[in-house]
Nanobody
Framework: QVQLVESGGGLVQPGGSLRLSCGAS????????MGWYRQAPGKQRELVAT?????????ADSVKDRFTISRDNAKDTLSVYLQMNSLKPEDTAVYYC?????????WGRGTQVTVSS
């Protein structure tokens, strides 16, 4: 079992920045990669960024050069961050933290990001 808790969402003006955080606990030794996904109203959930245990990252084309994913390992917890710069109204969505294990995926409850003037 893996538990994920996100934080850091909110309302920001276009061009602004936000930093999302996700804390993972439980069987973190089994996690292969972690990532952020988002779902806008009326749209399917989409990949934003992922990072493996070795630090390899991948990004959606729409967020490259604007978003940065990073991770921090502690003894019993694992944290993943998403630094979002130059935010656009089309970035508005609920952002979900994901932990990918070989046999199962775990999801956080999501945090709302709204980009609006």
């Amino acid at each position: 079992q893996v538990q994920l808790v996100e934080s850091g969402g909110g309302l920001v003006q276009p061009g602004g920045s936000l930093r999302l955080s996700c804390g993972a606990s439980g069987s973190i030794f089994s996690i292969y990669s972690m990532g952020w996904y988002r779902q806008a109203p009326g749209k399917q959930r989409e990949l934003v960024a992922t990072i493996t245990g070795g630090g390899r990252t991948a990004y959606a084309d729409s967020v490259k050069d604007r978003f940065t994913i990073s991770r921090d390992n502690a003894k019993d917890t694992l944290s993943v961050y998403l630094q979002m710069n130059s935010l656009k109204p089309e970035d508005t969505a609920v952002y979900y933290c994901n932990a990918h294990l070989t046999i199962k995926d775990y999801w956080g409850r999501g945090t709302q990001v709204t980009v609006s003037s």
